[in-house]
């Protein structure tokens, strides 16, 4: 009777903490065979953390670092270096943009109010975040669906394997980088290509 009364318990917090997880419903995914109408990652327009819409091309001219994070996750301490790597550049024209996503292994629970309680407090975050969205799967948000198709990104396209992909955009929104959770944003892979798109 207890395993039965523990196993019940343990279903429904599984099933509440994925009802709460996935703030973003799925509304304005791409249905079969519908066809994306945008041609840059700057056409977007997102939810800030707060609620509010940000249209991407407000960052025309910048270079993107866009990244899908997530709270309790082993690279969740890239945080750190996400900021780190921000300060650095951002004079130079970098933008550092987190995505909080819930798809793997139920790692970003919270609500939009407590993963930005969580940067700011724990890491000190400064850069842009936004509102959480899927990054894969049917509800895949469209800017991911653009990020990851092969029509639309020929040459990084492939799904989010983990938290912490990121996909580095120049100054025309064009995509010209593509990095895994495995590589820090401190190290000298990323940072060479970040100076590069700088340059431009």
Same mark, same amino acid.
């Given at each position: 009777?207890? &395993?039965?009364?523990?196993?019940?318990?343990?279903?429904?917090?599984?099933?509440t903490?994925?009802?709460?997880?996935?703030? %973003?419903?799925?509304?304005?995914?791409?249905?079969?065979?519908?066809?994306?109408?945008?041609?840059?990652?700057?056409?977007?327009?997102?939810?800030?953390?707060?609620?509010?819409?940000v249209?991407?091309?407000?960052?025309?001219?910048?270079?993107?670092?866009?990244?899908?994070?997530?709270? &309790?996750?082993?690279?969740?301490? $890239?945080? &750190?270096?996400?900021?780190?790597?921000?300060?650095?550049?951002?004079? $130079?024209?970098?933008?550092?943009?987190?995505?909080?996503?819930?798809?793997?292994?139920?790692?970003?629970?919270?609500?939009?109010?407590?993963i930005?309680?969580?940067?700011?407090?724990?890491?000190?975050?400064?850069?842009?975040?936004f509102? &959480?969205?899927?990054?894969?799967?049917?509800?895949?948000?469209?800017?991911?669906q653009?990020?990851?198709?092969? !029509?639309?990104?020929? !040459?990084?396209?492939?799904?989010?394997? %983990?938290?912490?992909?990121?996909?580095?955009v120049?100054?025309?929104?064009?995509?010209?980088?593509?990095?895994?959770?495995?590589?820090?944003?401190?190290?000298?892979?990323?940072?060479?290509?970040? !100076?590069?798109?700088?340059? $431009?």
């Open positions: 009777m207890k &395993k039965y009364i523990v196993l019940t318990a343990l279903a429904v917090l599984l099933v903490s994925v009802a709460v997880a996935l703030t %973003w419903d799925g509304s304005g995914a791409l249905k079969d065979g519908e066809k994306m109408t945008e041609k840059s990652v700057l056409d977007f327009t997102m939810k800030s953390i707060d609620g509010l819409d249209k991407l091309d407000s960052y025309s001219g910048k270079v993107l670092l866009l990244v899908n994070v997530a709270s &309790k996750c082993g690279y969740t301490p $890239q945080y &750190k270096g996400l900021e780190s790597l921000y300060e650095k550049y951002k004079d $130079q024209g970098l933008v550092v943009m987190g995505f909080p996503a819930n798809n793997f292994l139920w790692q970003e629970p919270g609500s939009n109010d407590e930005k309680t969580f940067c700011s407090t724990k890491y000190n975050v400064t850069f842009p975040m509102a &959480k969205i899927s990054v894969k799967g049917s509800k895949i948000h469209p800017l991911y653009f990020l990851t198709n092969k !029509e639309t990104d020929p !040459e990084f396209a492939g799904a989010i394997s %983990w938290n912490f992909n990121k996909f580095l120049d100054r025309s929104g064009k995509i010209v980088a593509r990095f895994s959770s495995k590589d820090e944003p401190e190290s000298e892979k990323v940072m060479q290509a970040v !100076e590069q798109a700088l340059k $431009q």
